[in-house]
């Protein structure tokens, strides 16, 4: 390779927001001349963009961080880079600071559109350099951005999350809720529709307070705007660009969704049969304590409204078991829940302490061998169930949009259906990028197994 030109690295944690964000720091590197390297060890740029959502992501990024060291000593001409949702806590930017103090550049969540310019005044200088804004400013356009896929693509429709469940650290990493402008999302949708991407999921921690955030704040509000959409309204608008044949979106929070966003899943011809959908717990008391500000009624009532909609409608969630002061009585509840709604499948966490939230100074935490006692017999009923839905599919044929080679078998291929099933099947290498009918042959818990229909 010619050693002229300069390469990167991107290590992602976290969400989607995450990953979608590194998209934009690739488009810069790229921009700026920079190309991905073949061996991450020997990259000119070192980006590490972390999550904080869990004790753990905090604890695998110091981990990953500590594995650079050494490179970095022997390579002081390498630029180790680290930003994202753990840079907005002073306490880990501390940390950094005096334990990781050959990092050349942090930066936070609200100001990655100046990377460019403090990527390029670290290397100028000796030290590090560090820049955290505590607030975001208006939502900034027109940052390049390097896919990951050609054939489907994340688009963020808003950013922050006002909701400040008592668990969660994002409000506080990633600011007050922000929507772009409906114009802006629906060209840069129309611009990689044009250029082959058949699948858009759209992004916000709350997608259904889409353009509703408070009078005076940054960003577009539905209010201001006479006739102008929100999300069911937005959906509407995608539903009719050419060459958009997916819609998906996350997260969706049970709270504020719409009947016409409900509707919009009988009504829109590309919006996938898929929702996610996080309950969090099936206990109100759980909830309440959570700051959720819906309750078991209301939650069971949407999910009926949604498969009165859309009969084959996809319902997955999040759980979180032994948030502090939850009974055996509260858990029951959640098993009950999950009984009841019968998710598609879920994502179970256990309660993790965030420093900075309510919960976290909560006198009634639960201690960890019963946490990870329910969680056991949570994922039990889940996977039980998630099993049995998934058999329904036996012998069914289903259109999957295929996303790339199979890891584990030449000659297989992975993708998804449009309820967001893993399918993996036999086909030819011309399938990757397409949506194609497949035959499903086996049905697993976690995955589908078929054969591409000719
Ligand atoms: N905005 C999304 C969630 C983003 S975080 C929403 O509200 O739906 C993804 C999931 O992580 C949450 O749904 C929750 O289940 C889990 N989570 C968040 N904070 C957590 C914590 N402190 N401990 C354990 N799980 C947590
Ligand atoms: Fe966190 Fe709640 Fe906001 Fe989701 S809605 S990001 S769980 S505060
Ligand atoms: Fe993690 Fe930040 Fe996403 S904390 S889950 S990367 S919004």
Known sequence: ??????????????????????????????????????????????????????????????????????????????????????????????????????????????NIHRFPELLSDAQSRSGHLSEIWDDAGAVVEELPACRKY???????IMYGCNNFCTYCIVPYTRGRERSRRPEDILL????????????????????NSYGKSPQGSEGYRTDDVPGGPDFAGLIRMIDEIPGVERIRFMTSHPKDISDDLIRAYAECKHLCPHIHLPVQSGSDAVLTKMN???????????????????????????????????????????????????????????????????????????PNDVKHDRFDRLIEVIHRIQGEKSRLYQGTTVQVLAEGPSRTDAGRFTGRTESSKVVDFSGTPDVVGRIVPVRITDAGTFSLTGELVR
């Open 1 to 110: 390779m010619n050693k002229q030109v300069k390469t990167y690295h991107i290590v992602t944690f976290g969400c989607q927001m995450n990953e979608r964000d590194s998209e934009t720091l690739a488009g810069m590197l790229e921009d700026a001349g920079y190309i991905g390297a073949e061996d991450k060890t020997s990259a000119d740029v070192v980006v590490f963009n972390t999550c904080s959502i869990r004790d753990n992501a905090d604890k695998r990024f110091f981990g990953v961080l500590g594995q650079w060291k050494k490179r970095k000593l022997s390579r002081p001409d390498m630029t180790v880079v680290v930003c994202g949702c753990m840079m907005q806590q002073a306490h880990i930017v501390d940390a950094i600071h005096r334990k990781y103090s050959w990092v050349d550049l942090i930066l936070g969540t609200h």
């Open 150 to 156: 050609p054939f489907k693509a994340y688009v963020n």
């Open 188 to 207: 840069e949708i129309r611009e990689i529709a044009a250029q082959g991407a058949k699948e858009v999921t759209l992004l916000g921690q709350n997608v």
């Open 292 to 366: 959720r500000k819906y309750d078991r009624t209301r939650y069971l009532s949407i999910v009926a409204s949604l498969r009165e909609s859309c009969p084959d409608i996809a319902v997955t969630t999040d759980l979180i078991v032994g948030f502090p002061g939850e009974s055996e009585e509260d858990f029951q509840d959640t098993l009950d829940l999950v009984e009841t709604v019968r998710f598609d499948s879920a994502f179970t966490f256990l309660y993790s302490p965030r420093k900075g939230t309510p919960a976290y100074s909560s006198a009634e935490q639960v």
